[in-house]
């Protein structure tokens, strides 16, 4: 079975959606974002503060590429927000398996992300609320998310 990519904004349920799915299909689960701290054994704010987003995003592209190496008989992999910035990661994805994005309405978002802001696992990407974030996020990458 090939690989089944999840992507979406954040609090859009690639994980929770991903676990469930892995389960049913029988599949081995894996998040991107969960590789990624592992093996940095730095939070994303320490990796943002040290390196810039550049830095993390490219952590972030080796993490994709890893995490699918792990996994040649198929999984379901959860990716982190910003992984379809990189059009490389886009394009893996697609040519790797089967790419879903799973999107939900802005104000569902924001009580998932108010409710459990996980601050060091999520921090703020333009500096704004948290509702005016993720318009401006979903703005910007809805593109790459249905183009991926």
Same mark, same amino acid.
Request: overall charge positive.
């Given at each position: 079975?090939?690989l089944?990519f999840l992507?979406?904004?954040?609090a859009s349920?690639?994980t929770?959606v991903?676990?469930a799915?892995a389960?049913?299909?029988a ?11 592992e093996n ?7 990796i943002?503060?040290a390196e810039?987003w550049s ?9 994709l590429r ?7 008989q198929?999984?379901v992999?959860? /990716?982190?927000?910003?992984?379809? #910035?990189?059009e490389q990661?886009r %394009?893996?994805?697609r040519s =790797?398996?089967h790419?879903?994005? !799973?999107s939900?309405p802005v104000e569902a978002l ?8 996980? /601050?060091?696992?999520?921090?703020? #990407?333009?500096?704004?609320g948290i %509702?005016d974030?993720?318009? =401006?996020?979903?703005?910007?990458r !809805? ?6």
């Amino acid at each position: 079975m090939p690989l089944i990519f999840l992507v979406g904004p954040r609090a859009s349920g690639k994980t929770t959606v991903g676990r469930a799915l892995a389960q049913r299909l029988a599949l081995p689960f894996a998040d991107t974002d969960h590789y990624l701290l592992e093996n940095a054994g730095q939070t994303v704010a320490q990796i943002v503060a040290a390196e810039g987003w550049s830095g993390f995003r490219l952590r972030e592209s080796h993490a994709l590429r890893a995490v699918a190496a792990r996994y040649p008989q198929g999984a379901v992999i959860a /990716t982190g927000g910003g992984m379809v #910035l990189d059009e490389q990661n886009r %394009a893996f994805m697609r040519s =790797q398996g089967h790419v879903f994005y !799973l999107s939900a309405p802005v104000e569902a978002l924001v009580a998932r992300l108010s409710s459990n802001p996980l /601050t060091a696992q999520r921090p703020s #990407l333009t500096g704004g609320g948290i %509702a005016d974030e993720i318009r =401006q996020v979903l703005e910007e990458r !809805l593109p790459l998310y249905q183009q991926t």
